[in-house]
Every structure is written in C-alpha cells, then in structure tokens.
C-alpha cells in the first residue's frame, strides 16, 4: 500500500465505502496471526512522571491528581494474578518517574521471570540507554514506545524536551531498542490538534518502515487539565484529522496491512470513546490482542492519562470477564502462551539462519 492509497483511504467518506478496508485488514490479520486474541495483563505502575507533554492528563504539572507507585509486592501480585487468570504477558506500564530506578525495575523483571513464565512488556517512556540494556539482561521481551506523530515539529511541541535537553528523536530510540533485541512497539495518537492527514499517512509509513513488532494506535481524547485538552491550541485552517473512532478504527485497518505480522491490539481509547463497542470493533479492524486491567482498583481512577477512561471503576476479575466475553461474541478464540509477534519470531529465525 503505497502513500497514496493510505491517504484516499483516510479521506475517504464514512460508510460502506471504507468496508473494503475493513474486509481486507480481518482477512490479513487472520492469514498472518489467527483467530487468537492474545491478553495482556496491563499494570499501570506509576503516575508520577517527569514529563510535561500538553496531552496527557499525568503531565508534571497537572497539580489536580494524588500521585501513586505500586511497590514490587503489589505488582507480583498482578503478576499472579495474570497467571491465574490464564494471559500470556504482563505489560508494565507507567510515567516517567524517576523512583522507577534501573534497579527497582531490575529487580522486579528478574522476581516476575522467577515466578511465572509471563513475557514482560515495558512501556516507561524514554529512558537511558543502560537501564533498557539491563532491562533486557533481566529479561525484559518486549518494550512499547509510541512515536505519537510523525511530524517531528508537532511531535516537539506537544511533548516538550527537558529543560536544557535536545528535541527527543524516539525514532533513533526504537532503532536502539530493536539493537537490544527487544520485541519493539511504536504507535500514534489519532486527531491531535494540529495533525493533518498528510502527516497521518507518513505515520503509517513510518510503521512499515521501521518493520515494528507491535502497534498501538487510539483516538487523542482531550483532557481538561491538560494545554490541549483546554482548547489551548488551535487546530484553524489546516486540514485537521478527526480524533473520532471511526477514523482510528481507519489507522489500525492500514496499520495491519503495512505490517501484517505484527501484533496490534484493541486500545483502551476505542473502548473509552465507544463503550459498548469500541474494544470489539478494533478488533473487526485488525486487532489481535486486548489488555485487561490488572492495576489494584484503589489506583486504577489516578492513572487518568484522558477523562473517564474505560475499566476506570471495574476489578481485574471484571476485566478479565468482559475481555472473555467479547472475545467469545466475535467467535474468536483467547490466545495461549505468551503470544509473541510472529513478525518477530520470523525476524529472529532469519537472522539466525543466516548467522549459522
Ligand atoms: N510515559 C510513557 C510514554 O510516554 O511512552 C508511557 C505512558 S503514556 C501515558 C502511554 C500513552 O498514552 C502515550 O504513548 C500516549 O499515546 C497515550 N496518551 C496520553 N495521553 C493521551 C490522550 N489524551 N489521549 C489519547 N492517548 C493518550
């Protein structure tokens, strides 16, 4: 699919005219990943972050919410929790908190792997390049780091640089982190103020290009203590994307057809913004894994990275059922085992075969 076609497809009128693409990402998504629907326990770790990105509700400076970190015993117990409840991997996911030291996240990879067969996935934004290399030593599989938007002006301005730092290039950090042979994730924000479709379809591009393992996209869902959730910024006079779900369910059909291998699930925006609906369409769209919420319910309202986010109020035990049953709905079946990539177990045979 070449530059153009992704941008007709995006343009193109709602309706019957885009279930074409919808037709032909399901059938991709089953050629290359199955029927499977992989879980993920997802395990929001911290809210504490050091960032101030003008997008997310857990911005340094959003003053209006109680911080929190889960300590290693609360996060083993999510651990267990994701055994017992039959998922694969567990996703440690959270702000850019300084407490979340290299040894702390260290020590609690290398207590989740002598515990439990679980893959881990990490999602701790941008960090040094030695503490993802011992991640990775203590056995780290996976890391998610989404590139937000392709438009390096926008992408610099909505998730500013630290003081006195240089604009942060998270493509050369993916390119480090698939040195490291970490399974690597990447993904966007869809209707960001300020995001035009040209940029859109560069994006999708961009996920071909990179050859990502995993992709997650979802709406941009503004948030009131955050500069564009205020309405801060003005999107006038250029030819703005929607932040709407059908015009994410848009992005994960194309994404899904640029990497046909990689595993890409149903996010929570398309179940925030679509309550009934949302997390099953991703998954009529292209999407083959979803992430139940495992983190304590005392915690789950403070990681408001949007407003009114979706399993804000519901148990991990509720989670996990609504997950079973949407799965059961489509007639597809819960994955088993840890559910790699097979874009990337492919990748790593090859290079291993030519190493040999
Ligand atoms: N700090 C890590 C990072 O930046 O990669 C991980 C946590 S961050 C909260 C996870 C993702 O939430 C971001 O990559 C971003 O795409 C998404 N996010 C944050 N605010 C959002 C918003 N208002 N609407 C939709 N997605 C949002």
Known sequence: ???????????????????????????????????????????ELSNICSRNCLYCGIRRDNQAITRYRLTADEVLDCARKAVDFGFGTLVLQGGEDPGLSKDFIGE?????????????????????????????????DRYLLRFETSNSQLFNYIHPPRDGHAPCDRISMLKTLQSLGYETGSGVMIGIPGQTYEDLARD??????????????????????????????????????PGSVEMGLRVLALARIVCPGANIPSTTAFATLDRQAGREMGLCWGA??????????????????????????????????????????LGRTPGSGRGDSPHHLQQTTTSKRKEG
């Open 204 to 241: 999708i591009e961009l996920f071909g290009e990179l050859s990502l393992d995993m992709i997650g996209v979802g709406p941009f869902i503004p948030h009131p203590q955050t500069p564009l959730g205020a309405g801060q910024v003005s999107d006038a006079g250029i030819d703005q994307v």
């Open 288 to 329: 083959n894994v979803v992430m139940p919420n495992l983190t304590p319910l005392q915690y789950r309202k403070l990681y408001e990275i949007y407003p009114s986010k979706a399993a804000s109020t519901e148990t991990a035990e509720e989670s996990r059922d609504a997950a079973f049953r949407q799965i059961e709905h």
């Open 108 to 140: 609690l990879i290398s207590l989740i792997k002598s515990e439990t067969n679980l893959a881990v996935t990490l999602s701790l934004g941008e960090r040094k390049v030695d503490e993802w290399a011992a991640w990775r030593e203590a056995g780290a």
């Open 1 to 43: 699919m070449n530059y153009q076609d992704i941008i007709r497809w995006l343009k193109c009128p709602p309706g019957p005219e885009v279930y074409p693409l919808r037709d032909r990402a399901d059938q991709i998504r089953q050629q290359y990943v199955g029927d499977a629907v992989h879980l993920r326990g997802l395990v």
